[in-house]
C-alpha cells in the first residue's frame, strides 16, 4: 500500500487541457499536437520516450513505439491510442472525455498533419 501511495506521488501532474482556438480545423499542428504535448509528452516525448512512443511529434505519432503503430488514420476503433484511453484499466494519462472525443474525431478524419 505504502509503495502505490509513493508511486503516485511521483507521478507528474498532467497539464491542463490546452484551449482549443474557435474555428481551428482538427489537425495535429492545430489542435492534436498541443494536446498531446501538454497531457502526454511528459512520459511519451523528449529524448527517453516511455515505450518508444514520442507523441510530441506528428512523425513520432504516426511512427508508434515498441507495441507497433498506436494511430491509425480512419480507424478509431483499431488505434492502439484510442484502445488504451478507452479501456477499462485506465491509463496513466487518461485523456478527459472532451479531449478523447476530439482524439477520435481527428483519427477518424484521417488524423492530418496540417
Keep these: 500500500m505504502a509503495a502505490m501511495a509513493m508511486m503516485a506521488m511521483a507521478q507528474p501532474t498532467p497539464e491542463p487541457t490546452p484551449a482549443v482556438p474557435v474555428g481551428a480545423p482538427l489537425t495535429y499542428d492545430d489542435v492534436i499536437g498541443p494536446l498531446f504535448k501538454s ?9 527517453s520516450p516511455v515505450m518508444g512512443l514520442d507523441l510530441t511529434t506528428y512523425g513520432g505519432a504516426m511512427k508508434g513505439g515498441q ?3 498506436v494511430i491509425i488514420p480512419n480507424d478509431p476503433q483499431g488505434s492502439l491510442l484510442v484502445q488504451k484511453q478507452s479501456g ?8 478527459n472525455p472532451d479531449e478523447l472525443d476530439m482524439v477520435i474525431e481527428w483519427i477518424k478524419n484521417g488524423a492530418p498533419e496540417k
Excluded: S
Excluded at 477499462?88 to 485523456?95: E, I, S, T, V, W
Design 67 to 69: 507495441n507497433g503503430a
Design 39 to 47: 497531457r502526454c509528452g511528459m512520459c511519451h516525448g523528449g529524448g
Design 88 to 95: 477499462a484499466q485506465p491509463h496513466f494519462g487518461q485523456l
